[in-house]
């Protein structure tokens, strides 16, 4: 039986998907993370920083970040 992998986004548990990317994940468990570059049609390439996470003290974009 394999555990259920979840973060926490503001105090929030988020479950998600192996290989899904943190805005990804968000948005499915029906959380925003403002963003102005990030379409799901495309490729993500983290270019505007605006949709930007901490992660174990390091800045990450969460388009790009799985």
């Not at 963003?35 to 605006?50: A, F, K, V, W, Y």
């Amino acid at each position: 039986m394999s555990k259920a992998l979840s973060f926490f986004l503001d105090g929030r548990e988020i479950p998600f998907r192996a290989g899904e990317t943190i805005m990804d994940a968000a948005t499915a468990a029906g959380e925003y993370i403002p963003h102005l570059c990030h379409n799901p049609e495309l490729e993500s390439s983290g270019s505007c920083r605006i949709c930007t996470v901490v992660v174990d003290g390091r800045y990450l974009s969460s388009c790009t970040a799985p």
